[in-house]
């Protein structure tokens, strides 16, 4: 994480301490002049600037700030702001599991959020971006924050961020995940309630389990299976933070035979039981 050091003027506000449970973190930062320690960082960072002077350097590489400009860091990278005058910066934090759930969403490879991490935008552009990042800071910032309105206005944020960089890009191309991997996440929102296993994949895609592991690890870093439980265990966390859901109609609703093989599975990627999450979740 990110350590910030200030020195000369200026304030953050932060968005609450329910980063641990929505995985977001929503920062206003006013500041005169101002930098942060060079540090890897272990989220990904959307950050909205106004400053005309300073440098952002991300990964060695130094991106001078002429203005209003969005900034991506991914977790993994270095990350270094230099704040040269007075301005205003909104950020919104999330954690890497929140972030490969959206990336997964877009048809496009990682290297496009690496190359092209600082670009320019209009008035109307900045302004329409840092209404939808106040409006998650806003819902943050409440005693019980409602998640799923949480998820689908940093889902909106993310994706508005990605329109409006490759709007910018002519050659999109070359970042673009291959056919056969782009068909492989679509028919996983179709069939993952129920088909678990990766052999169902490729056999309707007419490719080797083998080929479909290499594209995933290539592209999105990442093997084939986990893409599948990923899905799986999005919607498990959904369902069961709903009240009208019990873990036996989840269970079911899922795909799971039993309630040993549904626990086994939950735990082993949240380290925790279907039940103790259900319980955090519903007293909430």
């Known amino acids: 994480m990110i350590k910030l050091t200030m020195f000369k003027g200026g304030n953050i506000i932060n968005s609450g ?36 002077k300073g440098v952002h350097v991300i990964d060695y590489q130094k991106y001078k700030m002429t203005g209003r400009q969005i900034h991506l860091v991914l977790p993994g990278q270095s990350s270094h702001f230099n704040f040269l005058e007075y301005t205003t910066a909104f950020q919104i934090k999330m954690t890497q599991k929140n972030f490969e759930k959206l990336r997964l969403s877009l048809p496009f490879d990682s290297r496009l959020y690496k190359d092209y991490p600082v670009f320019g935008l209009t008035e109307k552009e900045f302004q329409k971006l840092n209404q939808e990042v106040e409006k998650i800071g806003s819902e943050l910032s ?29 050659n999109l191309e070359d970042y673009t995940l291959p056919v056969v991997l782009n068909r492989f996440l679509n028919l996983i929102e179709i069939y993952y309630k129920q088909e ?43 369902l069961l933070s709903l009240k ?41």
Request: proline residues 2%; positive net charge; charged residues 25%.
């Open 17 to 52: 301490d329910h980063f641990r449970d929505a995985g977001i973190l929503y920062r206003k930062l006013y500041v005169k002049q101002y930098e942060t320690q060079i540090s890897t960082n272990d989220e990904f960072i959307i950050t909205l600037s106004e400053t005309k």
């Open 196 to 238: 678990h296993a990766v052999g169902f994949y490729s056999s309707a895609l007419n490719v080797t389990k083998n080929y479909l592991a290499g594209l995933s690890q290539q592209y999105l870093q990442t093997t084939s299976r986990d893409l599948i439980n990923n899905r799986i265990l999005k919607e498990a966390q959904h």
């Open 244 to 284: 009208s859901s019990s873990i036996k109609a989840t269970m079911l609703e899922l795909g799971f035979e039993d309630k040993s093989t549904f626990s086994h599975f939950f735990k082993r990627h949240l380290k925790m039981s279907p039940t103790a999450y259900r319980n955090i979740k519903i007293e909430r």
């Open 142 to 170: 409440r005693y019980q924050p409602f998640l799923p309105i949480i998820d689908s206005r940093t889902g909106t944020t993310f994706h508005e961020v990605i329109r409006l960089l490759t709007n910018r890009i002519s």
